[in-house]
């Protein structure tokens, strides 16, 4: 028993230092290759997924001018993309004209070319789709069509186009509120479900949309939506 205190008071300095923390090299870390691109990342980005809510309805019609909906929103969703892109290039290469006269001739040039990409096939759309593109203009450009056409055009343009359209039921001036609007919901829970499944090209509106929100407070008279 002696000798065994012994050899543990002997070998415990031994013992103890075996256990002691080693120091280690800080400054490695692991990085990820993502097949097709060269440059090592330490983190993946990933995008935000939406849970979307179950559909339902309390009958057929209401079913069926949701289907009506979803066909004429993806229709024109992607009139209204190409909208926010054409401003935001229109707004990026104005800012970096010096000249207010070169800056009035590429708006021209701008407006030119946006009426002769949208013109014809705009005057293929009804009604309803031509105010759910207006719609969806606001949402993806954070202004109405009214105002765009002030900011291209004159103030007079604007007023004139409003009335005209306001003639065929379409008011240039509409805002897409999905909180406040139950059809407004409706096309936005149309758009994240075409997102999800790549039917539509995502392009982040130009101001937040609290879809929960909009969840909570629509989900269930969106059952009875036109019924």
Known sequence: MKNSLL?????????YGQVLPVERDTTAAEYIIIEGDSIPRRTIDLDEVILLP???????????????LKRKTLKVYPYAKLAA?????????????ERKRDRRKYARVIQRYIEDEFSEELKKLTKTEGQILVKLIHRQTGKTAFELIRQLRSGWR?????????????????????ID???????????????????????????????????????KPKRQYGG
Do not use: H, M
């Open 7 to 15: 050899l543990i008071y002997l070998l415990g300095p031994l013992v």
């Open 54 to 68: 179950d559909l339902s309805f309390d009958n057929r019609d209401a079913r069926i001018r949701y289907l009506i």
């Open 85 to 97: 892109e054409r401003l935001e290039t229109l707004q990026e290469r104005l800012s970096s004209l």
């Open 158 to 178: 604007a007023f004139w186009y409003n009335n005209t359209a306001s003639l065929f039921d379409i008011s240039l001036k509409e805002e897409f509120a999905p």
């Open 181 to 219: 609007v139950l059809e407004d919901y409706l096309i936005e829970d149309i758009l994240q479900r075409a997102f999800q499944s790549e039917r539509l090209e995502r392009q982040n509106p130009a101001f937040d949309i609290d879809f929960y929100s909009c969840v909570n407070k629509w989900s």
